[in-house]
């Protein structure tokens, strides 16, 4: 079965730190570059971080740019965002997702991007 799993979120308080896991199953993941992607309530779902292939580059969006690093462990399938510095409006589900089109996923572009998760839910409040 092709899938992505996601995990790690949780309620943290404004400051705080968590790591999130992506982990891919049932196809070649390291053929796939890897975004992650969150949909806060009332809002579109919109991309936050994209990871190549070989995990050589990398693109996060202006919001978390600094604040968060993606990664990934080839030989584990899995990619991580580790988000630092969390803030109130980082509230949201994250979603991970796959494509053989690097170029859909460094856009942060959720159209394009397939197998996707269901989601984990990162509350940030105090």
């Known amino acids: 079965q092709l899938q992505t799993v996601e995990s790690g979120g949780g309620l943290v308080q404004p400051g705080g730190s968590l790591r999130l896991s992506c982990a891919a199953s049932?196809?070649?993941?390291?053929?796939?570059?890897i975004g992650w992607f969150r949909q806060a309530p009332g809002k579109e779902r919109e991309g936050v971080s994209c990871?190549?292939?070989?995990?050589?580059?990398?693109n996060h969006a202006d919001s978390v740019k600094g604040r968060f690093t993606i990664s990934r462990d080839n030989a584990k399938n899995t990619v991580y965002l580790q988000m630092n510095s969390l803030k109130p409006e980082d509230t949201a589900i994250y979603y991970c997702?796959?494509?053989?089109?690097?170029?859909?996923?460094?856009?942060?572009?959720?159209?394009?991007?397939?197998?996707w998760g269901k989601g984990t839910l990162v509350t940030v409040s105090s």
């Open positions: 997702a796959a494509t053989l089109t690097p170029s859909v996923c460094m856009d942060l572009q959720r159209g394009g991007m397939n197998y």
């Open positions: 990871i190549s292939s070989s995990g050589g580059s990398t």
């Open positions: 049932g196809f070649s993941f390291h053929y796939y570059a």
